[in-house]
Nanobody
Framework: QVQLVESGGGLVQPGGSLRLSCAAS????????MSWYRQAPEKERELVAS????????NYADSVKGRFAIRRDNAKNTMYLQMSSLKPEDTAVYYC?????????WGQGTQVTVSS
């Protein structure tokens, strides 16, 4: 049974930090390219950051460059998103995404709220 389980979301003040985790099971995590997406209320889901299967290459949305860092630990079947200097506009549900050829999996999401 394929599972992607996000954790680490919550309420944080502007300028604060959070670390999201995505724990994978039921598939060969190390061969999948992984990404974080987010969806704010009444907005479309958008790509935040992505990382290749080996972790050798990463990509970020312009809005988070220099503030967020994506990484993965293939030995632990887990992906992370370190978020710093958080802004109210980062408020959204954050989703874990896995892709290998035509196989695509999504997590259920974790809420991140940035507010004073």
């Amino acid at each position: 049974q394929v599972q992607l389980v996000e954790s680490g979301g919550g309420l944080v003040q502007p300028g604060g930090s959070l670390r999201l985790s995505c724990a994978a099971s039921g598939f060969t995590f190390s061969i999948y390219d992984m990404s974080w997406y987010r969806q704010a209320p009444e907005k479309e889901r958008e790509l935040v950051a992505s990382i290749t299967s080996t972790g050798g290459s990463t990509n970020y949305a312009d809005s988070v460059k220099g503030r967020f860092a994506i990484r993965r630990d293939n030995a632990k079947n887990t992906m992370y998103l370190q978020m710093s200097s958080l802004k109210p506009e980062d408020t959204a549900v954050y989703y874990c995404h896995a892709v290998f050829r035509s196989l695509v999996y999504w997590g259920q999401g974790t809420q991140v709220t940035v507010s004073s």
